[in-house]
């Protein structure tokens, strides 16, 4: 079975403009989350889907943004770039069966902004 | 709020040696998981083992085992016949249970273990 896969592996952006990330969970995996990973602030939750709908979002402001589709494909968006904005964006997909919920990550994309 | 906390920025051991990763967690929960997670320096994070909280069973994976204390808020991990291959960032994260649908994990700082051939 295929992993979680995230598009793209890396990015190179200015301050101000936008970007958009993609991630494909494991198939039959319902639920999508996102995390943000720096050298300074370590790891953090973003947000999290499930069918479709935001279950929870982490302490980011509005620039960040997300969703879901019905083939449980995710996408995040972050508008009006910041230098502060550079990580590693992490996606993690479990099956959301209850209380069996461990979540598995794909390879991550590098984001640096400029 | 929970908190994961790891003590050891940084440890470093010979090939084959056992080696012991130290985290401890603050939480009112009492139906949770625990997790470790490694991430090589390809920054693919990689489950290596889960706990759940309700289990008194220490959980194993192979090589991989952890040591469980409930009450002291206590989750370490230990790695036997380390290889060259283990080293990496391992972190340690907590995620509430529970049906209130708030699955995200709130990770550790991470210990960077280097295993010296």
């Known amino acids: 079975k295929a992993g979680v896969t995230q598009t793209p592996r890396y990015l190179i952006k200015t301050r101000g403009q936008q970007v958009t990330l993609s991630c494909s969970p494991i198939s039959g995996h319902r639920s999508v989350s996102w995390y943000q990973q720096t050298p300074g602030q370590g790891l953090q939750f973003l947000f999290e889907?499930?069918?479709?709908?935001?279950?929870n979002k982490g302490n980011f402001p509005g620039r960040f943004s997300g969703r879901q589709f019905s083939n449980s494909r995710s996408e995040m968006n972050v508008s009006t770039l910041e230098l502060g904005d550079s990580a590693l964006y992490l996606c993690a997909s479990s099956l959301d069966l209850g209380q069996v919920n461990t979540q598995y990550f794909g390879p991550g994309t590098r984001l640096t902004v400029l | 709020a929970q908190t994961v906390t790891q003590s050891q920025p940084e440890m470093s051991v010979q090939e084959a040696e056992t080696v012991t990763l130290s985290c401890t967690y603050d939480t009112s929960e009492n139906n949770y998981y625990l997790f470790w997670y490694k991430q090589p320096p390809s920054r693919q994070m990689i489950l290596v083992i889960r706990q759940e909280a309700y289990k008194q069973q220490n959980a194993t994976e192979n090589r991989f085992s952890v040591n469980f204390q409930k009450a002291a808020k206590s989750f370490s991990l230990k790695i036997s016949d380390s290889q060259l291959g283990d080293t990496a960032m391992y972190f340690c994260?907590?995620?509430?249970?529970?049906?209130?649908?708030?699955?995200?994990?709130?990770w550790g700082a991470g210990t960077k273990l280097i295993i010296k051939p």
């Open positions: 994260a907590f995620m509430k249970g529970g049906g209130d649908s708030n699955y995200q994990l709130i």
């Open positions: 889907y499930f069918s479709e709908t935001q279950r």
